[in-house]
């Protein structure tokens, strides 16, 4: 299963929200269908994120049928729109500046056609990159995972977040490939069960021992010492290390600190967002409330109940041992070292 695949003049998407019980595909010809499979979550994780908006944003050109001339304009309305889809993952923004920066780039262009082509390539660009960096991830991960490991994860950081490998679990896939006997435990991932009902699925199909947990289990778990490493993914990383992650992970990462665990991030640098000084700076979505009321339509709750439902919450970077990333890991002072490899890049 991929998450997304381009076909030449649409883009098909894996709708995630039916996982695992159905397999059903979107095929979207148009930026607004791939703004609102961003929104419905059919499409989610970071970097997948980032690839679909980049294919929307050349649907968008591809949709277009003015003038030449009026092309600018439509472009903006339409990084606009998807831009708004979700406001944490800064995967979403980063690849939709370079769809624009590529744009920009084909100011001699005398033919629409011309333009098409160009900004489809640079969505491509961006898939294979998504391909290539999950892959060094996993290489770079592996070097912390012991023989015999048992890891905790947290929401699904793997080939349906991304373009096809995956981050935290990319480093698990990596792990397992070198030999080494891994077991994970998939905390639930409440509300929408991303651990549940998509890491799960994707460690099974993949013959990797995974054992699925309500999140309200793992400090038990860590109690008992059967948990040796934990390994998640992340939304946006502030310059000074500070992690948005799935909500739930801020839980796990006090929880390790406490038993003594390490506690990793995995994520490619285009999540790294150095205009934001510390997580108090990132911001985070509130989804709908029937996310927390109902579960797949089955009411849980009272209807009138009142609801906080962050999407994401923000692990500050003294509690993280280290963030694995293509360019390899990064330990504290991150406020230093995160400047000092995005220079080098």
């Not at 419905?40 to 908006?53: D, L, N, Q, T």
């Given at each position: 299963?991929?998450?997304?695949?381009?076909?030449?003049?649409?883009?098909?998407?894996?709708?995630?929200?039916?996982?695992?019980?159905?397999?059903?595909?979107?095929?979207?010809?148009?930026?607004?269908?791939?703004?609102?499979?961003?929104?419905?979550?059919?499409?989610?994780?970071?970097?997948?994120?980032?690839?679909?908006?980049?294919?929307?944003?050349?649907l968008g050109a591809i949709g277009y049928s003015g003038e030449l001339a009026g092309l600018s304009a439509h472009m903006e309305k339409v990084q606009h729109r998807l831009a708004e889809t979700r406001p944490t993952a800064v995967n979403l923004f980063w690849a939709l500046r370079r769809m624009e920066d590529r744009l920009r780039d084909q100011h001699e262009a005398k033919e629409l056609a011309e333009i098409r082509q160009a900004l489809v390539a640079e969505a491509e660009n961006i898939a294979e990159d998504d391909r290539r960096v999950?892959?060094?991830?996993?290489?770079?991960?592996?070097?912390?995972?012991?023989?015999?490991?048992?890891?905790?994860?947290?929401?699904?950081?793997?080939?349906?977040?991304?373009?096809?490998?995956?981050?935290?679990?990319?480093?698990?896939?990596?792990?397992?490939?070198?030999?080494?006997?891994?077991?994970?435990?998939?905390?639930?991932?409440?509300?929408?069960?991303?651990?549940?009902?998509?890491?799960?699925?994707?460690?099974?199909?993949?013959?990797?021992?995974?054992?699925?947990?309500?999140?309200?289990?793992?400090?038990?778990?860590?109690?008992?010492?059967?948990?040796?490493?934990?390994?998640?993914?992340?939304?946006?990383?502030?310059?000074?290390?500070?992690?948005?992650?799935?909500?739930?992970?801020?839980?796990?990462?006090?929880?390790?600190?406490?038993?003594?665990?390490?506690?990793?991030?995995?994520?490619?640098?285009?999540?790294?967002?150095?205009?934001?000084?510390?997580?108090?700076?990132?911001?985070?979505?509130?989804?709908?409330?029937?996310?927390?009321?109902?579960?797949?339509?089955?009411?849980?709750?009272?209807?009138?109940?009142?609801?906080?439902?962050?999407?994401?919450?923000?692990?500050?970077?003294?509690?993280?041992?280290?963030?694995?990333?293509?360019?390899?890991?990064?330990?504290?002072?991150?406020?230093?070292?995160?400047?000092?490899?995005?220079?080098?890049?």
């Amino acid at each position: 299963m991929k998450a997304l695949e381009w076909m030449g003049d649409s883009l098909k998407i894996l709708d995630q929200t039916r996982l695992p019980v159905e397999i059903k595909y979107r095929m979207a010809t148009t930026y607004e269908e791939v703004a609102e499979a961003i929104e419905k979550m059919e499409v989610r994780g970071a970097p997948a994120i980032g690839a679909a908006a980049a294919y929307g944003y050349a649907l968008g050109a591809i949709g277009y049928s003015g003038e030449l001339a009026g092309l600018s304009a439509h472009m903006e309305k339409v990084q606009h729109r998807l831009a708004e889809t979700r406001p944490t993952a800064v995967n979403l923004f980063w690849a939709l500046r370079r769809m624009e920066d590529r744009l920009r780039d084909q100011h001699e262009a005398k033919e629409l056609a011309e333009i098409r082509q160009a900004l489809v390539a640079e969505a491509e660009n961006i898939a294979e990159d998504d391909r290539r960096v999950n892959r060094l991830i996993g290489e770079h991960g592996n070097a912390i995972v012991t023989a015999e490991a048992n890891i905790l994860t947290h929401c699904n950081a793997g080939a349906l977040a991304t373009v096809e490998y995956g981050t935290a679990l990319g480093v698990i896939r990596a792990a397992q490939q070198a030999g080494k006997k891994v077991h994970v435990y998939a905390g639930e991932t409440r509300p929408f069960l991303q651990g549940a009902r998509l890491t799960a699925l994707e460690l099974m199909n993949d013959h990797i021992p995974v054992t699925l947990i309500a999140d309200n289990m793992a400090g038990f778990l860590m109690q008992q010492g059967n948990i040796d490493l934990v390994i998640v993914g992340a939304d946006r990383i502030a310059a000074n290390g500070d992690t948005a992650n799935k909500i739930g992970t801020y839980s796990l990462a006090v929880l390790a600190h406490a038993h003594g665990i390490p506690f990793y991030v995995a994520a490619p640098t285009s999540t790294i967002d150095l205009k934001v000084p510390s997580g108090q700076d990132i911001p985070i979505e509130e989804r709908n409330p029937k996310e927390l009321r109902e579960v797949f339509g089955v009411q849980v709750a009272p209807p009138e109940v009142p609801v906080y439902n962050p999407a994401f919450d923000v692990t500050p970077a003294k509690l993280i041992t280290g963030i694995i990333t293509e360019k390899g890991i990064v330990t504290s002072p991150y406020s230093v070292n995160l400047l000092k490899m995005m220079v080098r890049s």
